[in-house]
């Protein structure tokens, strides 16, 4: 029988592009469980997936309590129509919230464009009166 395959902290670390403490906080929040040799975390191929599904639905801006959810679907039988219609809702409201906010983004940079003309067109005002003088 073969040994399953095991990494460091400092391994998932480094090739996740994250601190070993990120990796800490996501287990203390019941994300990742790994295995313990005396102070020593031992993880296995399960973990390294999970750390990656952690870091994806970060990346979407989910909220750990989403993510936790999606990783326990995970766990269970995978793929199954519950499931993925509960990933598609989730990923649903990501979206709105993220189109909501760049339409509050434009109309922001609108604002300043704005500003920076009205900004630029009294300067350009004030050099002419200054030169009049």
Known sequence: MSQEETFSISDLAREFGITPR???FYEDKGLLTPARAGHRRIYVKRDRTRLGLILRGRRLGLSLAQIFELLGMYDGARNSAPQLR??????AERR???EQQREDIAAVLGEIDTLERL???LLAGE???EGAT
């Not at 509960?86 to 990923?91: A, N, P, Q, S």
């Open 96 to 98: 709105r919230i993220i």
């Open 86 to 91: 509960r990933f598609l809702t989730v990923l």
């Open 22 to 24: 990120a990796i800490r």
């Open 119 to 121: 900004c630029a067109d």
């Open 127 to 129: 050099s002419v009166a």
